[in-house]
C-alpha cells in the first residue's frame, strides 16, 4: 500500500516562495504521474501540475509562469515550488498519484493528507 | 480549459434515497472522467474512475456516461455518505474539476 505525505513550512511570506515535498514509501516512483492539486480554505479542488517520472511536466496554465514541480527518484520525493505569493495561495495543499498506463483513464488513486498552507505577513 | 459543470451545486436527502449527481464537460472528454468523495477536514477518495469503473469501494456509488455527460449514482444513501462530491476530467490538461455537490442530510 502506497503511502504519500505532504511536508513543507506552514505559513509563508507574501512575495516569497512557498516549497513543498511529497515523500512516497511503499511502492515505486517508476511508471507513475505524481501530481499536485490545492484547496482554498472553504473552496473546491485546483489542480496545480504533475510530473512523470521522466520528468516531463504539465502546469496549470493559472499559476504556470510561477510554478515548478520536481522528482527525485533516488529519495522517492517530488516537490513544488510556487513563487510569488500572495494570500490568495492560502490553501491547503495534496499531492497525488495517478496511474500513466492509460487504459483507466487516468485517476488520483492515492492521495497525501494535505498540508494548510497559510501565507501571511 | 476544459469547464466541469456539476449539478446540483447542493442537495439535502434523506437516509435509503437514491441520489444522482451530474457533471458536463464543455467539450468531449471520453471516459476521463472520475468521482471523489471529500468529507470535512479530510483527503479526497475516488469512487469511480473511467467514468464507470469502481474504485474499493461499496457497490452502492455507481458511474455512467462518455463523451460530455456523466452521472454518479447513490443507489441507497448511508449515514457516512453524507459529504461533499466531485467531478475530475483528465482528457486535457489542466485537469479541471468539477465545483463539487455538497451532499446533506433532510
Known amino acids: ?121 | 480549459d476544459i469547464q466541469m459543470t456539476q449539478s446540483p451545486s447542493s442537495l439535502s436527502a434523506s437516509v435509503g434515497d437514491r441520489v444522482t449527481i451530474t457533471c458536463r464537460a464543455s467539450q468531449t472528454i471520453d471516459k476521463y472522467l472520475s468521482w471523489y468523495q471529500q468529507k470535512p477536514g479530510k483527503t479526497p477518495k475516488v469512487l469511480i474512475y473511467a467514468a464507470s469503473k469502481q474504485s474499493d469501494v461499496t457497490s452502492r456509488f455507481s458511474g455512467s456516461g462518455s463523451g460530455t455527460d456523466f452521472t454518479l449514482t447513490i443507489s441507497s444513501l448511508q449515514p457516512e455518505d453524507f459529504a461533499t462530491y466531485y467531478c475530475l476530467q483528465t482528457y486535457n490538461t489542466p485537469w479541471t474539476f468539477g465545483q463539487g455537490t455538497t451532499v446533506d442530510i433532510k
Do not use: M
Not at chain 1, 473546491?44 to 510554478?67: A, F
Not at chain 1, 522517492?76 to 498519484?97: E, G, K, M, P, W
Open chain 1, 1 to 121: 500500500q502506497v503511502d504519500l505525505q505532504e511536508s513543507g513550512p506552514g505559513l509563508v511570506r507574501p512575495s516569497e516562495t512557498l516549497s513543498l515535498t511529497c515523500t512516497v514509501s511503499g511502492g515505486s516512483i517508476r511508471n507513475y504521474y505524481w501530481t499536485w492539486i490545492r484547496q482554498s480554505p472553504g473552496k473546491g479542488l485546483e489542480w496545480i501540475g504533475r510530473i512523470y517520472d521522466t520528468g516531463s511536466t504539465n502546469y496549470n496554465p493559472s499559476l504556470k509562469s510561477r510554478v515548478s514541480i520536481s522528482l527525485d527518484t533516488s529519495r522517492n520525493q517530488f516537490s513544488l515550488h510556487l513563487t510569488s505569493v500572495t494570500a490568495a495561495d492560502t490553501a491547503i495543499y495534496f499531492c497525488a498519484r495517478v496511474p500513466s498506463d492509460g487504459y483507466n483513464k487516468y485517476f488520483f488513486d492515492s492521495w497525501g493528507p494535505g498540508t494548510l498552507v497559510i501565507v501571511s505577513p
